[in-house]
């Protein structure tokens, strides 16, 4: 049987789904940004060690 009374509240639901939203592009944000940095150190490791092999 269907709920009586009152229609189900779904403003909850709106700010539960805007709330994982958030969250899920924090996550995103700080792993893409944690790739950047460990490219950046990959790279600069890999530019010292042609400096060495050259020198």
Same mark, same amino acid.
């Given at each position: 049987?269907? =709920?009586?009374?009152?229609? !189900? $509240?779904? &403003?909850?639901? *709106?700010?539960? *789904?805007? /709330?994982? $939203?958030? #969250? !899920?592009? #924090?996550?995103? #944000?700080? =792993? &893409?940004?944690?790739?950047?940095? /460990?490219?950046?150190?990959? #790279?600069?490791?890999?530019? %010292? !060690?042609? $400096? &060495? %092999? $050259? %020198?």
């Amino acid at each position: 049987m269907g =709920k009586k009374g009152r229609e !189900k $509240n779904t &403003e909850n639901k *709106a700010k539960h *789904a805007k /709330l994982m $939203n958030r #969250k !899920k592009n #924090k996550l995103r #944000k700080e =792993k &893409e940004l944690r790739a950047e940095r /460990l490219k950046a150190i990959v #790279k600069k490791v890999n530019e %010292s !060690k042609q $400096n &060495e %092999s $050259n %020198s």
